[in-house]
């Protein structure tokens, strides 16, 4: 229950910073300020892919039942140093071969110092977390979204370029590793740490197994959405895309907290039932039947509010943005549906079905842009969202039912 609170807390703190930020975005930005805010914060999910979504989830799987400080402990924490750096490195090599439009070489090393720091903080977050300093977790993660949120708008009010504005948004969340690594020296979570200790290869195996799932939402996730904003910005225009873009952020924040209750108490009940199969679905099919119609009640509900939710969030010249609002909130409740059946595949460590129905969703996504795009311009975005989704819980739904005993 505390774990849950702390998560619910946490995420609470990460999304309300999110609202402002993009409030101030929208507000103050010259038009498609709102797009290359969420272009930056793409990339810096595609930088920082590999340890959060894959490393530091195994680090709290594997840390939680160690005693800190203790040999065991600083392996798993020294093999988990080892494969960000080497993400890290990775990341760096492709920004510099390929470099960003309008940043100079400068702004390139700055923006990596500050994933970099981004990527420690979060580390030792994720040692708070397995260690239960929920206190210190639940800090950081208010003072990451209070930082950023208070970078944004001084550099906004200073009349800054945008580009500028953006690397002070990462650079005040890197500062967090500072008070990190002063709560985990506290909590001891750094005792008896060397730089010179041997890595363990039974350490980078069990961690690399995380990496691998992590890997398809870095390509089929990530990437894709990456791209997509990328031609959509240069077909349709910054003002145009920003209208697209208001839905997608608004979708964004509701999707992180769908995702954080999920994650806090639907998975870990059905991994305690993975070796239950019987109990399992039944324990789906309940779930299921609660959320179908719970989604669309609120979903719902965004869509009747849409007139004066879009304004409030964002800015008034981004009503428009209610246009695209029906087929997005449409994709997002069978995308929901859709994760139910997938964290089976994650409870039950099933990570080559996982990365196959990654792979084919966003084959399938680009297939339905690719065919809706020309067709419908802009709208053709959320329609293809629409579609991709609705065919993963089709085909979710059917190879469930299908292999039901």
Same mark, same amino acid.
């Given at each position: ?35 290359? /805010?969420?272009?930056?914060?793409? /990339? ?89 300093? /929920? ?11 209070? %930082? ?63 990496? %691998? ?96 939710? %879009?304004?409030?969030?964002? =800015? ?39 990365? =196959? ?49």
């Amino acid at each position: 229950m505390r774990g849950s609170m702390g998560t619910g807390v946490a995420v609470v703190a990460r999304a309300a910073g999110a609202l402002v930020v993009n409030k101030l975005f929208a507000t103050y930005a010259p038009a498609g300020g709102l797009t290359l /805010l969420a272009q930056f914060q793409n /990339l810096m999910a595609l930088l920082t892919a590999l340890p959060n979504d894959g490393v530091h989830v195994g680090v709290v799987k594997y840390l939680a039942p160690l005693r800190p400080g203790s040999p065991r402990y600083r392996l798993w924490l020294g093999a988990a140093t080892v494969l960000n750096l080497a993400a890290l490195v990775a990341g760096g090599a492709v920004l510099a071969a390929r470099g960003l439009p309008g940043w100079n070489a400068g702004s390139l090393a700055a923006l990596l110092v500050g994933i970099a720091m981004l990527t420690g903080q979060t580390l030792l977050g994720a040692a708070l977390l397995a260690a239960g300093r /929920l206190r210190a977790y639940i800090g950081l993660s208010v003072l990451v979204a209070g %930082l950023g949120t208070g970078a944004v708008a001084g550099a906004l009010w200073q009349g800054w370029q945008l580009n500028s504005v953006l690397l002070a948004y990462l650079l005040a969340q890197g500062l967090t590793l500072l008070p990190a690594l002063g709560l985990a020296a506290r909590a001891g979570l750094l005792r008896h740490l060397r730089l010179a200790a041997p890595v363990s290869r039974a350490a980078l195996r069990g961690l690399g197994q995380f990496l %691998l799932m992590a890997v398809s939402t870095l390509l089929f996730g990530k990437a894709v959405d990456f791209v997509l904003r990328g031609y959509l910005l240069q077909t349709y225009g910054p003002a145009r895309t920003d209208l697209w873009q208001a839905v997608a952020k608004l979708s964004d924040n509701y999707t992180m907290v769908f995702a954080a209750v999920m994650s806090s108490v639907f998975y870990p009940r059905l991994a305690a039932l993975a070796g239950q199969p019987r109990a399992a679905r039944a324990y789906l099919r309940g779930v299921l039947g609660l959320l179908a119609p719970v989604l669309a009640v609120g979903l719902g509900l965004i869509f009747a509010c849409r007139n004066w939710l %879009l304004p409030l969030l964002f =800015a008034p010249q981004l009503l428009g943005a209610r246009e695209f609002l029906a087929p997005q909130l449409l994709g997002d409740w069978a995308k929901f549906l859709s994760w139910v059946f997938i964290f089976q595949l994650t409870a039950r460590a099933r990570t080559g079905p996982y990365i =196959a129905v990654q792979a084919a969703s966003a084959a399938v996504f680009a297939a339905l842009l690719a065919l809706l795009l020309p067709r419908f311009g802009l709208e053709g975005a959320v329609l293809a969202h629409a579609g991709r989704y609705g065919l993963l819980l089709l085909g979710c739904g059917v190879y469930y039912y299908r292999n039901e005993e």
